[in-house]
């Protein structure tokens, strides 16, 4: 049996690092900065708080992350089978044999797909029940304390304050809150949560009504008022809610859990309150019909009363002839007395001449 020398090659002889990092720097050095438009596939969050998700089409599939710190920013955040436009940049991962996308924003790809994205989760939280009208409270004729959630320094505030003020003044606490961007949706679920968490007469007075308003824009503006978080709080206060967020055309998932949707913020306003030069003029009609109620009630009573007493004997009819018999007998009186007097005195006298007979005997 002859020995075969196994044959020496001159290619040179890579470790498993060395590998990983050219791949590494070819990867990023072609793939920099790039965008890349897929469906969300797998979307994991552990405890770390990165979020792992996958982007792939019908053809194949790139695994991406999103760190915590990123994740944070986003104005929407992902979801399984939503359509979105990932822009990052490519590296590997040395310790599973993969490259992958560094995510540095998300966002849904097109109008359609937020739309399709808000359709599912209008569903799924229609099937809890949030939706449901059971739900819905009436909302106080005439609130004493209106709690309002929206940004300090726009016009619906403006606008807010001027329509109540025209209509019936009240007291206004304001909770501003971002009402666009990724620090949105906290902001407003937390100003919904805050206010139901004061306690009634407390130094800060409880509202009786809440009013979460906004003005107009597009889906992606108006898009912290369909997060889930939003969505729950408002389903859950405790005090009646008021949603007017964006104009009349505009509808959001936090419109379908309040109590009331109001087109626009000022309506809104006419919503919480009356008016009070309508309940004043009300309350002046209320008195001068009881005015005349009261003046014809005393009326046909008075009218019923003399009509009874026309019915009646006149009272001289029933008292004239007792009153003439008295005066007979009043005027026969003296004379009854004289003959009184003298048959007592003629009786003293008969009895006081017997008693002098019989002594004398």
Wanted: hydrophobic share 45%; proline share 6%; net charge positive.
């Amino acid at each position: 049996m002859e020995l075969v020398e196994p044959v020496q090659s001159n290619a040179p002889e890579y470790s498993v690092s060395e590998i990983s990092g050219a791949v590494k720097r070819v990867i990023e050095g072609e793939f920099g900065r790039v965008r890349v438009r897929g469906e969300l596939g797998r979307v994991s969050r552990p405890a770390s708080g990165h979020v792992y998700l996958d982007l792939k089409d019908e053809r194949a599939c790139l695994a991406g992350v999103i760190w915590k710190t990123t994740a944070r920013r986003l104005a929407v955040a992902p979801e399984e089978g939503m359509e979105v436009v990932a822009t990052g940049r490519l590296t590997t991962f040395p310790g599973a044999s993969r490259y992958q996308m560094i995510i540095e924003d998300l966002a849904p790809a097109g109008v359609g797909a937020l739309m399709a994205m808000l359709e599912k989760r209008k569903a799924a939280l229609a099937a809890e029940g949030l939706f449901d009208a059971a739900r819905k409270r009436p909302i106080p004729f005439l609130p004493e304390v209106i709690g309002v959630v929206t940004s300090p320094s726009g016009a619906v505030i403006r606008d807010i304050l001027h329509r109540l003020a025209d209509r019936f003044p009240r007291q206004v606490l304001l909770w501003p809150v971002t009402v666009q961007g990724e620090k949105c949706a906290a902001e407003v679920a937390a100003a919904i949560r805050g206010f139901n968490a004061l306690p009634p007469g407390g130094e800060v007075p409880r509202p009786d009504v809440l009013i979460v308003a906004r003005g107009g824009g597009s889906i992606e503006d108006l898009w912290g008022f369909n997060e889930e978080i939003v969505v729950r709080a408002a389903a859950e206060s405790a005090i009646p809610l008021i949603s007017a967020v964006g104009h009349e055309t505009d509808t959001t998932l936090i419109d379908l859990a309040a109590d009331r949707r109001a087109p626009t913020p000022t309506a809104a306003a006419e919503m919480a309150v009356p008016v009070r030069l309508e309940l004043l003029a009300a309350v002046a009609a209320l008195e001068e019909r009881r005015t005349r109620c009261m003046a014809r009630s005393l009326g046909q009573r008075g009218q019923r009363l003399r009509d009874l007493a026309r019915a009646l004997p006149r009272p001289e009819a029933l008292l004239g002839m007792r009153q003439q018999a008295l005066d007979a007998c009043a005027m026969r009186l003296p004379q009854a007395l004289k003959g009184l007097v003298r048959e007592r005195r003629a009786a003293m006298s008969t009895g006081a001449t017997s008693s002098h007979q019989v002594t004398r005997s």
